[in-house]
């Protein structure tokens, strides 16, 4: 096993700012392209269904990178694996930027994906790993922030880049931060996690391939085939079939490439059932909300930014708060209010009409985005508190694959559920027949929210918090 590196006070700040700067610039890219498509799909004359490939493509690059990442921190060191995965994510912003052609650029975006994939996991690990165990939560909180309200305020700041400088501009700014990342982790990373020569599992790697990018691949194909074309079965069946060879195989060998035993710790399990719920939620209100504001009501993409961007402050303010909340008295409320306000946040917009002010929308995102707030960095807290150290980064690269998939789940599903009740409602509410399908898919959220509810209400334990298992580093 390698020295883990003691660290100051000094040190452990220095390294969460660098986290933190890196995870704002390489979550904002995940959304950012979704402002931009139309005027990508103009420049390089493709279709729409070919155009998202950009977000949906990232996606799946990601979900297939996850699972590796749990060997690749046990197995390289800290540093060295920290800045090659920030040059990854440069050089893919670089072939975008530079792009003459679709599919060069759609390379550019899995190279994104794949450096991306990598310093997700790892952030979490790193920050759960460097601090003591009564300040985990407050620095969760923080990192809330990053991948939280950054992909929400995301298409704000692109669309004003796009308007006024054109879509290249969007990979210039982030390669710029992530430029200025990179020097500064070259001076203030250390080799904070402990290695081990570990065997690389290729059969395990391609299963893990076929089981999560299957399913992303799967769902993501929704928004663009119905249900039952071969584009949406044919992966999924392949994704399930993997993911069920992948899990034998893992539960059977001494050194699993992901280790699913984890999934044995009962916070954990919740944990990551919560999370996936979240993010099913969170993602799909994302994409419907500028929908609903300009393709519904009929507004510009600036009052769209607009509306959304109250609800993005909200959560800025309220992730910190609940990390420190967290470490003060646990999970068990926070889950409880959280999930609470999320339900009432999307029970909101159910009843919004074509009358309704639109600043009732922004409200209702408002509560939802508190409510995110509460839960997002609480629950990876919270799941990963009770995991043995040597599996942390195992819990860490499962947490993050699963709800990656959640999400893109929760946009393809709850938009083609607005949609799908949008087109058949017509004939019955006519020009309303597009509010209809909002209230409808806002409606499928209120029920998810309820099973969230329902796990935080009965599922948790009163004391909300698990015995921590997961030693800090030695103070110098």
């Not at 692109?158 to 700014?173: C, E, H, K, N, T």
């Amino acid at each position: 096993m390698a020295h883990t590196a003691q660290l100051t006070d000094k040190k452990r700040t220095l390294i969460f700012i660098n986290i933190l700067i890196t995870c704002i610039a390489s979550s904002m890219l995940a959304t950012a392209l979704t402002t931009a498509l139309p005027p990508i799909i103009t420049d390089f004359n493709i279709t729409a269904v070919t155009g998202q490939w950009l977000t949906s493509g990232y996606s799946l690059a990601m979900g297939t990178m996850m699972p590796l990442t749990a060997f690749l921190i046990t197995r390289f060191p800290t540093r060295k694996l920290y800045l090659t995965a920030i040059i990854c994510f440069i050089l893919g912003l670089v072939v975008c930027m530079l792009a003459p052609s679709f599919p060069v650029m759609m390379a550019g975006r899995v190279i994104q994906a794949c450096g991306n994939g990598i310093l997700t996991s790892m952030a979490q690990v790193i920050l759960l790993s460097i601090y003591p165990l009564e300040k985990r939560g407050s620095v969760m909180g923080w990192y809330g922030l990053s991948v939280g309200a950054a992909p929400v305020i995301a298409p704000t700041i692109a669309g004003l880049l796009v308007d006024s400088l054109g879509w290249r501009m969007i990979f210039v700014a982030a390669a710029a931060i992530m430029l200025v990342s990179l020097i500064f982790a070259f001076f203030v990373f250390d080799n904070v996690l402990e290695t081990a020569k570990k065997r690389f599992d290729v059969s395990s790697f391609v299963l893990s391939a076929f089981a999560f990018g299957g399913v992303t691949l799967g769902i993501g194909n929704i928004g663009a085939f119905s249900f039952a074309s071969l584009q949406v079965l044919l992966p999924l069946a392949v994704g399930c079939v993997a993911g069920v060879l992948f899990a034998y195989r893992q539960f059977h060998q001494e050194a699993p490439f992901l280790d699913l035993r984890v999934l044995r710790q009962k916070d954990y399990s919740l944990s990551v059932i919560g999370s996936m719920l979240l993010y099913l939620v969170m993602m799909g209100s994302s994409v419907i909300m500028p929908l609903y504001v300009q393709t519904t009501l009929g507004y510009s993409a600036t009052v769209s930014g607009l509306v959304t961007l109250p609800g993005s402050l909200a959560m800025a303010l309220v992730s910190p708060f609940a990390g420190r909340l967290y470490d003060k008295i646990g999970i068990k409320t926070l889950f409880v209010a959280g999930a609470l306000f999320m339900l009432i946040g999307n029970g909101g917009m159910v009843f919004l009409s074509m009358a309704t002010p639109v600043w009732v929308a922004a409200l209702c995102n408002v509560v939802r985005c508190m409510a995110i707030g509460c839960l997002m960095m609480p629950l990876v807290s919270w799941g990963l508190s009770g995991v043995k150290r040597e599996l942390t980064a195992h819990g860490t690269a499962l947490l993050t694959s699963l709800r990656t998939i959640a999400g893109a789940i929760g946009t393809a599903v709850f938009v083609g559920v607005m949609t799908s009740v949008g087109e058949h409602s017509a004939a019955r509410y006519g020009a309303q027949a597009p509010m209809h399908g909002v209230n409808a898919a806002f409606l499928a959220m209120s029920l998810t929210t309820a099973v969230l509810l329902f796990i935080a209400v009965f599922l948790v334990k009163a004391s909300g918090r698990a015995e921590h298992t997961l030693p800090p580093c030695e103070e110098a």
